[in-house]
């Protein structure tokens, strides 16, 4: 049995770059993966909803999982693959698919989007991908995108699943849920952060890392910021934060990746930054605010040595239930 994974740092859930007339750019992606992995990024997360995934086939969505799981490799860094359905069978296939890889760290799953079972179907649903899924599994909580809220018995309940090793705490803010569960966080469970603007305060309170979009374009930085409030820097971590959240709050002006595709197209990244409908492509203003953020960087104060990437993940002393795959 292997021990189960535990994700620190930075991942960075890759846009999927297209051509004009929609077509995957499989090379752009390519690159992106290994340009971020390059920048300090801890691993990266395919298919997440930044990814457009909920409009790409399923060809184009196993081309997606293996470029990037081809990247990884070649940095030795660990796979997330994002698994979005409200069906449990369903997604309970798409598990042991994914595990079968072997080449995925976990699965990326939200509560079950649309339907809004309760927290008790929630926990039964997470129950069966634990028991049959093959594969360890991250929570993703993102009530306003599902429309189910978690509280924190729920999450201690998900947490104490074998095989459930993280949450992607991603509620729109700093409430009391994420207080109670960075004041006693259990034991081998990551939380990471999942909305961009608020990363700098959520990881000063003690997450270990998060799940940020906007680090498609200043990945170093946003790899840094993490950094700096886990060795413990707070005077230069609040600036950077601070910054970057200026930075996220841009990138997040118009529906998420449209602004981040536009960004990256302005630098010449990606060959276009067109997104599938219903998505529509961001306004030329928005991305120009954006673009012009994307270099800005604060001089640090900081004499410490930029510390390198602690952030690769450990083994934590729990293990799979089931011998999946762990990293
Ligand atoms: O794709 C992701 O994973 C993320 N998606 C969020 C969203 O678009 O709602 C944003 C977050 O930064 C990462």
Not at 28 to 35: F, H, I, T
Not at 125 to 140: C, D, K, Q, S, W
Not at 230 to 249: D, K, N, T, V
Not at 285 to 310: F, K, M, Q
Request: charge should be neutral; charged fraction near 15%.
């Amino acid at each position: 049995m292997k021990p189960n994974p535990f994700f620190e740092g930075l991942y960075v859930p890759l846009v999927t770059p297209f051509t004009d007339d929609l077509r995957l750019a499989p090379d752009a992606l390519a690159r992106l993966a290994d340009e971020t992995l390059s920048a300090d990024a801890s691993g990266l997360v395919a298919l997440g909803t930044t990814a457009e995934s909920a409009t790409l086939t399923a060809e184009e969505k196993q081309t997606v999982v293996r470029i990037c799981s081809a990247a990884c490799q070649a940095h030795g860094a660990p796979l997330i693959v994002g698994v979005g359905t409200n069906d449990t069978a369903t997604a309970i296939k798409s598990l042991r698919e994914l595990a079968a890889t072997g080449d995925v760290a976990a699965a990326l799953v939200p509560a079950p989007p649309y339907i809004r079972p309760g927290e008790a179907g929630t926990l039964a649903h997470f129950t069966a991908l634990a028991e049959h899924g093959g594969i360890p599994l991250i929570v993703y909580d993102i009530p306003y995108r599902t429309g189910q809220t978690l509280s924190i018995d729920t999450i201690a309940a998900l947490s104490r699943l074998p095989g459930v090793v993280g949450i992607k705490h991603a509620t729109g803010a700093i409430d009391a849920t994420t207080v109670e569960l960075l004041g006693c966080p259990p034991p081998g469970f990551a939380v990471l952060g999942g909305d961009d603007v608020v990363i700098s305060p959520l990881v000063a309170a003690g997450a270990h890392g998060g799940i940020i979009a906007s680090a498609n374009v200043r990945t170093a930085d946003y790899a840094e910021l993490i950094s700096l409030w886990r060795r413990g820097s707070g005077e230069p971590a609040r600036r950077l934060g601070a910054e970057l959240a200026r930075f996220s709050a841009a990138l997040f002006a118009e529906p998420n990746p449209t602004v981040i595709k536009g960004v990256l197209h302005a630098q010449e990244r990606i060959p276009s930054p067109a997104v599938r409908m219903p998505l529509l492509a961001a306004a030329a203003s928005t991305v120009r605010r954006a673009a012009l953020l994307a270099g800005s960087r604060a001089p640090s104060t900081d004499p410490a040595p930029r510390a390198s990437s602690p952030t690769r993940p450990r083994s934590s002393p729990r293990t799979a239930s089931n011998g999946s795959s762990g990293y």
